[in-house]
Structure formats: structure tokens, C-alpha cells
């Protein structure tokens, strides 16, 4: 067993030199959001035939990231992302992008309400009970013509009028249960954009957009409704007190566009700006991705399966992407200049990262922050800054989220858990593993080459609601988690003295079971955890005891 043991962590050491220094770069248009994919791990509750061996092995060749990979440190970056990012949406962009959403233009204007023009302000209500003409003029910049907005001569487009507090919507889409109650997710989102940006609602009681939500494009551009000077875009696009979306086949992912285009439009009009690429798109992502339903509206809701969000493929499109060697660090992702996002990709990556820090214990205060400095040209160099100190952490929690990824991933639970290690003393010591966490530091410092016996005991719950797994550490024989016994306690070294490098030996965990003689390669702090998903630690509950002692 020692000898097996010793054998594969001389591979995972062997791999880890071999992915060091390698970093991800996105190359290319990769496949569209949300195909299925005999690939993507299905629930953890499932068999799995792979061995461990197997599901490592396929990990590896997977994930080849750089954990010491740190953001610029002069703010250079920063400052000339900013300085670009005021050409999102650029309308004189003559290429159409590839894929994604068009980009909404930040404001170059006064952004107050006093811009509103008569008709507008009095709102969808009181529009729809006047069949006049009203006047819609692009807030952001005053040299833009009016839009013209005439309702007889739009319904005889057969385009028909939505009315909601905060939003009109015109559209050629035929009545439809996803299609008829856009305007009232549209409305009661307003409040939750308020409550995340922390902005009075008293002072977005009036606001109101006007939206184009089209199926035939030719009746729009007759009707004057999408005017000439827009850019091209193959989604949705925001610009001023406008917004216009292409229709999409999923009911979710037509709403999802209305809210990824309403947010950069509230953060437009009432922040001032969209901030950085990263920021404004992971914003929109992170927002836009939702749950509708009974009349609540959830922004930035982690979907628990895919079947929830038809045509989204966010969690798709990173599992592709690492799976073709094309993974994205954190760094890379701030520094997304502002055509990255003509690719779908580069929308995945943002809500990841987004999703990732405002979720994160350690991050998601400083990452909050920059609610409220979204117009500064320096804010992603303020952010670099402030993460400084924890970057190879952030690095090296990233690596595991993005490596084991899925729906209803659990960010907050998942987060390494590290303690201050000590050596391990003479007579031995105790851990306590809570099963409902990731990685857990026991606070035992083991020494290379030495020879450690692991004991656990426990009985911990697996899951609760149909299906109550009551589990020893041996996990689950009926189930597997990752070529593994589902809740089989999992260990892995890794030196909390130095900054990680390449894969993080927490990637690459060792079986523990009832039992186990471990023997690292190198110095290092022991970690447990049971195998278990990250998307389905909540409904876990128990602990582990785990006797160490030291071997010969
Ligand atoms: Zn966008």
C-alpha cells in the first residue's frame, strides 16, 4: 500500500512539474453556450465506473495553471483597461462580433433623471394610454438623434407594446408565458439591482428604459425602432434609456439577456459606468443569471442544474475550455480588454470570476467595494491591490473552482478552511473534519518522507431530504463522487510556507478512508475533507475525527 501510495505522489509531483509554468490563454471561438455533453459530470449521487486513478489522471491533463500567475502590481494594466473600456459599444466598431452580447455604451453624459425627456418619464403605464408618439432620447449622449417612437405605426408593424413601471417593451414576439411577463421580472428586479449596489430605490422609483425585444428585424428598422447608428450585435445590446434584445428560443435565456442589458443600463444611469470590462460584464452575468418564479425575481442565483437555465451554458463553456487547455486565471480575467467580449467565452470567465468573489468569505467584502467606485478609472488596480497578499491563495482557490465546477457549486462552503499548523507531537493528534466543507487544514505540520498513520472515525450525513446517506469515512460503495466512494474522507499535504506553484496538491488528494498510512513527498500541512461535491455540502452534516500518528 505504501509503495502504491509513494507511486502516485511521484506522479502527482511529476505533473505538477510538468504544468508549472504553463498558463491559459483563450484562443478562438469556442462552441455554443449549453450543447449537451456526454462529458459533464452528472450528479455526484451517480455511479461512477472511473477510477480514481482514471478521474485524476483526466484532471491533470486538464488543469495546467500557474498559481503564482499575479496580477500586474504598477496599475498600468489597470489604467489602460479603464481608458478602453470607455470604447465599449463603441458604435463606430465596424466588425460584428462573433458571438455574446453586444456591449452597452457607459454614459458620457449627465446621468441624472433630469435628462429624461417628457414621455419617458411619465412612464410604460402612462405611455400605454396614449397611442401619441413619444420621444426617446439616448441619455448618454445628447448628439444622438431621438428615437421616434410611434405606437400606431408600430402595431401595424405587428409589433405590440408591454407596458411595465420600469420598462416598455415593444416586440413582434408572439404572446407567450416567458414572452407577456418580461416587463414585471424587468420591474421587480429594479429593487434587487438597488439592494445589491446599495443604491436608494427612492431615487430609481422613476427610472424607466425602453426595450426591443425582436423576432423579425426588418419590422423594427421599419418601424424606427433600431436605429442605423447601433452597432451590430448578434443578442442584446444597452445604450442610454434603450435596450434591444434578438429573440432566443429558451424562455430563461431571453430573460437572462433583458437582465444582463437592464443591469448594465442601472449601473450605466445610476453608477455612472459599466467600470472595467470584467467588472461591468461579470456584473451583468452575475446579476442576469437568475430564478423567476411565483413573482420573485433572484439575481445573481447560482443555478442547482442546467435543466433551470436552458441556453445560459456558462458552466459548459468553462468545463470546455479547461477541457481544451484554454482555463482562464483570475489575472488574465482583469485584464480583459474591451472587444474580449465578441467572444462567448470571455462571458463565461467574468460571471465565474464575479460569481466566484462575491461569494467567496475571504474575497467577497473587497470585491463589494467596487460597488461603489465603478467610474474610477483605477478600480481594478485598487482591487489588484488590495488582494495582493492572498493572490496565490486566490490562485489556488480558483484552480478547484473552476477544476470542479457545476451547478449549484457552493463557493462559500467549498473555501479552504487553513488554520496555523503545527508540528505533530510525540503522543499524536486529533482532527475534526465537519462534512459539510471543502478542504480543511487539521493544523499538523507533516515532515517529507515521513510516515504517518491517518485513523478516522465518524458517521456523518451524506445529503438529507429523499435520500439520507448515513456515511462512515470509508464514503459510499454504491456511489461515487470523482471515480471515488462518495464521503470516503480525502487528505492532501500541501506547504503553507511557501507561495503554491502550479497545481495545487489539493487538486490531487490521496484516499484517507477508515485508514490510511500516508507518506508526503514533501513538508507540508495536512488537509482533509470528504469527497463530496461542492454543489452538495449544505445538505451535509456531521463531523470526522481523524487520529494522526506518527509511523516507525
Ligand atoms: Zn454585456
Redesign the pocket.
Known sequence: MGRSRANRWQRTAAAVLVMAGVTFAVAGCGPSADKPTGGQRKSSRTAAPATAERAAERQSARLAVDARQAPDDDGSGAMGENAKSSDLGNTSTPRRPRAG?G??QPPTGPRTLADLVAGDTAGGKAAAESPAAASIRSAQDDAKPDLLIDDTKAAGAGIRKLAGKHLTLYTDVLPGPDVDDLTEAFDRAVPEWCRYFEFDPARAADWHMTGFLINDKTRFVDAGMLPADLPPFPNGYARGKCLWLYDQPDGYYRRHLLL?EGT?AFMSHFLGSMGPPWY??GM?ELLGTHRWQDGVITLGYVPLDKSETPGWGRVKIIKDEIAAGRGMMPAAILDYGPQA?RQNEPYAWCWGLASFLDSHPRYQERFRQLRHMVPDPNSTAWFKQQLQNDWPELNEEWQLFVMNLEYGYDVRRAAIVRKDAQPLPDRGATATIAADRGWQSAGIRLEAGGRYRLEASGRYQVGKTSDIWWCEPGGITLHYYQGRPLGQLLAAVRDDTQSPAGLTPLARPEPVGLETTLTPPAAGTLYLRINESAAKLSDNAGQIEVRIRREG
Do not use: D, K, V
Request: proline share 11%; no cysteine.
Open positions: 452580447f456591449p452597452a444582463h448594465h461591468g460584464e451583468a467580449h
